[in-house]
Structures are given as C-alpha cells and as structure tokens.
C-alpha cells in the first residue's frame, strides 16, 4: 500500500512529504524546536521594522539605579550611561525569538560599535558562563550582560526579546517586544537621528 502511494506522488510532492518529515523529526529534538524556532524568527526579523512609541515617556531617574555584571563579572550601573544613547534587549539563550533577531542586533552593533554615544546592553538573566558560550558559539561581538539585581519598573517585561532604546535625555523612544529588524535602514536611521540630538 506504502509502493502504490509513494508510486503515485510527483516528484516533487515526493520532495516536500520528505521536508515535512524530516521537520518533524527536528521538532522532536529540543535542539531541533531551537534551530527551527530561531530560523523562523530570523526571517520574521528581517520583515517588522521597530516602532517608535507615540507618547514621549521619560524613564524617572530611580530606573536607572540598576545592577549589571558583564561576562567577566565587571559591575556597570545603568545610572552611568546616562547621557547616551541606549541599546537595551532582553534576551535568553533559550528564547527562539530573541535568537532569531540577534544577527539583525549584531548587523546594528557593528554599524555604530565605534560611536561612544551609544551603548548596547544584551541583558540575560542566565549564567554568565551560559551566555558567554552561546555569544562564542554564534561569533557575536556585541557586549552580553547579566542582571544582578530586579529589573526597575521601566524595564520590566512579561516576555522577551523586549528591546529598549532610551534618548540621550532618557527618553523612551523604542519598547519593542518580539523579533525585529534591527539591521535595517529604518533602525539604523532612527539611531542616527538619536545620536544627532
């Protein structure tokens, strides 16, 4: 009965019965459920642009008092940054969307590295050794944190990736939830209109 069906079938329906078989094989491996996942959301960071948010909000200054270690275990306080532009996504390793988006992040880090007005902070709650692995793995060159102590008010989320971008003047501009294209032009464009404030 299996001979008469497969007998049957183009070569093409032959083709996608054996894609949509060895996806479901994937989907069965935790790995595999990441892979796909994390594709799927790359494609989807490739597509939705960021958003400004339409009401001016400024992030009260307690907010800023927050607690971040990075991968060496070097201590930054959020309150430092004041004054630039900031990058801020929340992330974990296990998060399909967030790996989806992150060579569209990488993609705007490596377009604005160099400029000391604006900060990226990659902030997991996960193991920094965790989180260090998964940067090496994957070649990532933006700087990866970890948070040390309760996200403020401003920066709490119910879901990741949540990405943030603060003015110079801390203004929230940007609170984005889910993959984006970061990489774009429209990101890029509203960064460099940030930083010429």
Partial sequence: MIKKYWAKKTAWNKFSDLIFLVLIITLLFPKGRMAVGGFINNIKAQIFN??????????????????????EGQKINLSTLKGKVLFINLWATWCPPCVGEMPEIQQ?????????????????????????????RNHYSFPVLSSLSQAPASFSVSSIPTTFIVSKSGQLIVKETGAANWGGEKAKALVRELLGE
């Fill in 50 to 71: 960021p958003t400004k948010l339409q009401e001016t909000q400024f992030i009260p200054e307690t907010d800023f008092n927050w607690t971040l270690s990075d991968i």
């Fill in 108 to 136: 705007l880090y490596d377009e604005f590295k160099d400029d000391p007005n604006i900060i990226f902070l990659m902030i997991s709650n996960e193991k920094p050794a965790l989180i260090h692995r998964f940067i090496e």
